[in-house]
Antibody, heavy 129, light 107 residues
Framework: QLQLQESGPGLVKPSQTLSLTCSVS??????????WSWIRQPPGKGPEWIGS???????NYNPSLKSRVTISVDTSKNEFSLRLTSVTAADTAVYYC?????????????????????WGQGTLVTVSS | EIVMTQSPATLSVSPGERATLSCRASQSVSTKLVWYHQKPGQAPRLLIY???TRATGIPARFSGSGSGTEFTLTISSLQSEDFAVYYCQQYHNWPRTFGQGTKVEIK
């Protein structure tokens, strides 16, 4: 069973850098047709996709955060990381790491179906001095 | 960016009744639409992908329909464990975008 677990500081000061790591167990981060993603959810709001990393090293970032975000992978540790610079109070949220899996079975044989099927438990990061 | 709009914001339903949730995309996403539900303190859980395919282990009382810009999630007979917040999400384009959610509460 695939499991993801976020780790990192729960409190970050304004203007500093938020750094989180997602440890993946139960499968290799380099296997399958998967994107490894970061998603955040401000208190009382819907999820916001931050960015995703493919096994090839290709990354996609939310344009609203692109200038501040880096997602990287450490294959030796089977983990991937998020770095968000110059944080403000607006970056306070529960941060999730997730796998965007895919299938081409059944109806999805026509167009690949993709979905966030495995999520970490989430970690609250508060930006405050 | 494709904007996903869900309605209503809150739906009050009695156990055993049917619930119908709507999701609209600002441009066509074909059938590249996913539904999740989320309970307090938990991560979202995958329900439906490809607009209408139930994920593994999801009961048949959950059904999804729609294509293009208009989508519906129907819960045929609400059980106690179904009271939660429901989100739609498109994977037609980057960035992936979510709706703001529909809270299904006990009437």
């Amino acid at each position: 069973q695939l499991q993801l677990q976020e780790s990192g500081p729960g409190l970050v000061k304004p203007s500093q850098t938020l750094s989180l790591t997602c440890s993946v167990s139960g499968d290799s981060i380099m296997s399958g047709d998967n994107y490894w993603s970061w998603i955040r959810q401000p208190p009382g709001k819907g999820p916001e996709w931050i960015g995703s990393l493919y096994q090839s090293g290709t990354t996609n970032y939310n344009p609203s955060l692109k200038s501040r975000v880096t997602i990287s992978v450490d294959t030796s540790k089977n983990e991937f990381s998020l770095r968000l610079t110059s944080v403000t109070a607006a970056d306070t949220a529960v941060y999730y790491c997730a796998r965007e899996g895919s299938t081409r079975l059944g109806y999805c044989s026509i167009t690949k179906c993709q979905f966030f099927d495995y999520w970490g438990q989430g970690t609250l990061v508060t930006v405050s001095s | 960016e494709i904007v996903m709009t869900q309605s209503p914001a809150t739906l009050s339903v009695s156990p055993g009744e049917r619930a119908t949730l709507s999701c609209r995309a600002s441009q066509s996403v074909s059938t590249k639409l996913v539904w999740y539900h989320q309970k307090p303190g938990q991560a979202p859980r995958l329900l439906i992908y490809g607009a209408s395919t139930r994920a593994t282990g999801i009961p048949a009382r959950f059904s999804g329909s729609g294509s293009g810009t208009e989508f519906t999630l129907t819960i045929s007979s609400l059980q106690s464990e179904d009271f939660a917040v429901y989100y739609c999400q498109q994977y037609h384009n980057w960035p992936r975008t979510f709706g703001q959610g529909t809270k299904v509460e006990i009437k």
